[in-house]
């Protein structure tokens, strides 16, 4: 009967989440004792071990001392016993030396613990290799002290929380997970609450991704999270107290509104689209973007981990299928969307520009589809290396300068390939795209799409027949362009006046593409102090997609409450383009 209750028990240790045995905090995670008569005090002892590394990692705490002891995965058991005595033996020497002056006698006094592996009762030989020895269910003995081996437990390798809180806006935790998953984690949220001089901390939510109201401000919050897998195996928790108190959040949003048009996922027989121009860190934070084109925008609206706030609670609250962003930082992209949004079923895909520290994001709907192929590339080096473009090439050659002009261009496409979950006869290619800024740089435009479309073209015929386009992006052109014209009329004279400047290389161009402007030709799509016009668009393939619903853009009136954009209450100098798009 006991030895019965006692195999039970050790199932329940190795099944239940940490909150359900005893749980004590420390820095690199939770140590966790079974409190069982029957078992007798039994600790952790973590063992990360796989195949395809030449180390292996046993972590434990000895003596009240956190070890983490790397060690080879051919080595001998014995030996890896062996360092652990030798630990022990220091600690423990340590400990008597602090409370006596005759160190040396007292360390010599100090006997070496019994450290023995056992696995189903039985002692595991010492001349077994540590990839075979350290078996999931193994007893550790040191001493008298006894630890439970867990093999490649559901682990964090990374959890951060963000440096800014606002009030209203989710606080949303970078998580990073080996052999577990993190629909299949579990969470608790605190807030601190003051009393009689005295912080403690109030359970406040159990969702990944938490809200922190108006009553929160000027608190701290922390998060408990203990990482799990789908069959309710859990690993060791973590705890992180964010590093700044939740402040007062800007209160209306020009996004606000549009939210009400989207607080759900569509269906399987539309798709959600965004395009979204976010205005990169490494743009906002120049003297001349302080100083001269958002000289309107309190500095900490600029500040990125504000911007961050607004954008995660805007993105989030669109609920899209697709969302492609133009200016996004590599490290916003790694350590701010990318795991707010993934909270929300999205994945992400990332092309960084060459020699520039921001690129193009595409993300989507990770229920919804699955991802086929990516068939990214640089405009300029295509150019210059493809066959496929030799024409457009011997035409630039003629004017060296329209040449230079070109090809100094870093200027990406991203193409992202994607097939619908429960239709796979369903293809979607993406396109994503941020062309060349200047105003007198029509010509540069036209050049740049020309080589994006016979890509694209190529892709879809050669590589995934069948596939409907959406082509998204800050195009830097207005509805009166040469490009505007090419994309949606199928062709561009060598007549048309974005040549101006480039009159030896002009050409007619045309592509087999069927797209139409799905959001139409609003007034502006960028609103600056100096400027307004529509520059970003999301072109469909009418063959395939028909518009279902364009998401109203912000009123004139929201747009220039604070003159103009960036604002305390809009992320970026451009307006999300937001549509839902029906299969036909």
């Known amino acids: ?20 045995l005893g749980v004590s905090s420390s820095l690199w995670g939770t140590i966790t004792a079974v409190p069982s008569r029957f078992l007798g005090r039994m600790e952790r002892a973590v063992v990360r071990c796989v195949p395809s590394e030449s180390k292996l990692t046993i972590t434990f705490t000895l003596d009240g001392s956190h070890k983490q002891m790397l060690r080879d995965q051919s080595e001998q058991l014995g030996k890896a016993l062996a360092r652990i005595a030798n630990n022990a033996v220091k600690l423990k020497g ?20 019994v450290v023995r592996l056992y696995f189903k009762d039985d002692v595991v030989a010492e001349d077994a290799l540590n990839s075979a020895a350290w078996q999931d269910g193994a007893v550790l003995h040191v001493g008298d002290t006894k630890y439970k081996v867990e093999r490649n437990p559901p682990t964090f390798t990374d959890v951060e929380l963000p440096a800014s809180l606002l009030a209203g806006f989710p606080v949303c935790p970078k998580l990073e997970i080996e052999f577990g998953d993190l ?6 949220w605190f807030k601190e609450i003051r009393h009689n001089g005295e912080n403690s901390w109030v359970e406040a939510g159990h969702d990944r991704v938490f809200i922190p109201s108006n009553v929160d401000i000027g608190l701290k919050l922390k998060l408990k999270c203990t990482p799990g897998n789908k069959n309710h195996r859990y690993g060791v928790a973590r705890e992180l107290v964010t590093s700044g108190s939740v402040e007062a959040g800007p209160g ?7 939210h009400l048009y989207t607080n759900r996922v569509t269906d399987e027989s539309t798709v959600r689209a965004v395009s979204y121009n976010i205005l990169a860190d490494i743009y906002a934070q120049t003297e001349l973007s302080k100083t001269v084109l958002y000289p309107y925008c309190a500095p900490y609206a600029l500040d990125i981990g504000y911007r961050q706030n607004l954008l995660k609670k805007e993105l989030a609250g669109y609920n899209a299928d697709i969302i492609c962003l133009q200016e996004v930082d590599k490290s916003v992209f790694t350590h701010s969307l990318s795991p707010a949004l993934d909270a929300f079923d999205l994945d992400g895909l990332y092309r960084i520009k060459d020699k520039q520290h921001e690129g193009l994001a595409t993300y989507f709907r990770r229920s919804r589809f699955t991802l086929l192929s990516q068939h990214d590339v640089t405009l300029s080096e295509a150019l210059l290396s493809d066959p496929l473009h030799r024409d457009l090439l011997e035409k630039m050659s003629l004017s060296p300068a329209v040449r230079d002009q070109v090809v100094q261009r870093s200027t990406t496409l991203q193409v992202t390939v994607l097939q619908c979950v429960k239709d796979p006869s369903r293809k979607l290619c993406v396109a994503n795209t941020h062309l060349y800024w200047h105003p007198k740089g029509g010509y540069v435009r036209l050049i740049q799409m020309a080589v994006a479309l016979r890509h694209i073209e190529r892709v879809l015929s050669e590589l995934h027949p069948g596939a409907t386009l959406l082509l998204l992006g800050d195009m830097n052109s207005t509805p009166s362009s040469g490009l505007y014209e090419l994309l949606t009329r199928g062709a561009v004279s060598e007549l048309h006046p974005d040549w101006s400047g480039a009159e030896e290389v002009c050409l007619a161009l045309s592509h087999s593409l069927t797209l139409s402007s799905a959001c139409g030709e609003p007034a502006y799509t960028n609103y600056v102090g100096g400027f307004h016009g529509c520059l970003d668009y999301v072109f469909m393939d009418t063959r395939a997609l028909a518009v279902e619903q364009v998401i109203p853009l912000p009123s004139h009136e929201e747009v220039t409450t604070h003159q ?3 604002s305390v209450a809009h992320p970026s100098d451009h307006i999300a383009l937001v549509c839902d798009l029906r299969w036909k």
């Open 1 to 20: 009967m006991f030895r019965n209750l006692a195999l039970n028990i050790r199932l329940l240790y190795k099944s239940a989440p940490a909150d359900l």
């Open 94 to 113: 340590h400990d008597k030396a602090k409370k006596s002056k005759k160190n040396k006698r007292d360390q010599a006094s100090v006997s070496e613990p």
């Open 183 to 188: 629909k299949d984690c579990t969470f608790q």
């Open 252 to 258: 209306t949003c020009t996004f606000d509104s549009r």
């Open 564 to 566: 103009a954009l960036p």
